[in-house]
T-cell receptor, first 114, second 110 residues
C-alpha cells in the first residue's frame, strides 16, 4: 500500500488564483480529513468526510471546498487564493476497527500565496 | 470543545525515560486520548491512544489518571530520532473529529 499520497508537494499561487490539492488513499478507509498547519503552530481541521458523498466542515473551512465522490479520493479546492492561505496542508485517513483506530497522514503540500 | 494543555517544550538526555504530560480537565466520558508526533518536515505520526486504562505499544506507554483529567506519554528510552513535537489530542466519539493543541517540542540531547 502507498498509504496517503498528496500532490503537489509544493506550489506557489498568485492572489486570486485557484487550485486543487489532491489526496488519495489506497487503504479503503472511510474517514478522511484535511488539515492546515501554519508555521510553528498545531494542525487545524478544515474539512472532513465520513464516507463517499458525505462531507462536513471543520474548524477553519472558509475559503475552501471539498468533495468525496469515491472512497479513495478527497480533493481540497481553493477558489480565490489569499495570502492567509499560505500554509502546509495535510490530508489524513482513519482506519477504524472496533475500538482500534489509527490516523495516517500524507506527506503534506506546501502552499505559498503571493 | 474539550481542550488539552501541554508544556511548550521539554528536554531529555538520550537513553533516559521521558514523561510528557497532558491536561484535559474538560474531557467527556466518550473522548479518547490520542498521542501523535510530528518529526521535522513530516506529517504527524500516530503514537498511541487510550480511553480509561493504561496502554502499552512498541513505541510508548500511555498512563491515564483515574479521573481522566490528565495523561502522560512515556518514552522508555529516548533516542535522537524521538526529537519531535508531541501532540495530545482528544477525539470525540461523535463526529470523529480530532482537535490538535499546541503540542510539546521534545529535544533530546546526546
Amino acid at each position: 500500500n502507498a498509504g496517503v499520497t498528496q500532490t503537489p508537494k509544493f506550489r506557489i499561487l498568485k492572489i486570486g488564483q485557484s487550485m486543487t490539492l489532491q489526496c488519495t488513499q489506497d487503504m479503503n478507509h472511510n474517514y478522511m480529513y484535511w488539515y492546515r498547519q501554519d508555521p510553528g503552530m498545531g494542525l487545524k481541521l478544515i474539512y472532513y468526510s465520513v464516507g463517499a458523498g458525505i462531507t462536513d466542515k471543520g474548524e477553519v473551512p472558509n475559503g475552501y471546498n471539498v468533495s468525496r465522490s469515491t472512497t479513495e479520493d478527497f480533493p481540497l479546492r481553493l477558489e480565490l487564493a489569499a495570502p492567509s492561505q499560505t500554509s502546509v496542508y495535510f490530508c489524513a485517513s482513519i482506519r477504524r476497527r472496533e475500538d482500534q483506530e489509527t490516523q495516517y497522514f500524507g506527506p503534506g503540500t506546501r502552499l505559498l500565496v503571493l | 470543545d474539550a481542550k488539552t494543555t501541554q508544556p511548550n517544550s521539554m528536554e531529555s538526555n538520550e537513553e533516559e525515560p521521558v514523561h510528557l504530560p497532558c491536561n484535559h480537565s474538560t474531557i467527556s466520558g466518550t473522548d479518547y486520548i490520542h498521542w501523535y508526533r510530528q518529526l521535522p518536515s513530516q506529517g504527524p505520526e500516530y503514537v498511541i491512544h487510550g480511553l480509561t486504562s493504561n496502554v502499552n505499544n512498541r513505541m510508548a506507554s500511555l498512563a491515564i489518571a483515574e479521573d481522566r483529567k490528565s495523561s502522560t506519554l512515556i518514552l522508555h528510552r529516548a533516542t535522537l530520532r524521538d526529537a519531535a513535537v508531541y501532540y495530545c489530542i482528544l477525539r470525540r466519539n461523535a463526529g470523529n473529529m480530532l482537535t490538535f493543541g499546541g503540542g510539546t517540542r521534545l529535544m533530546v540531547k546526546p
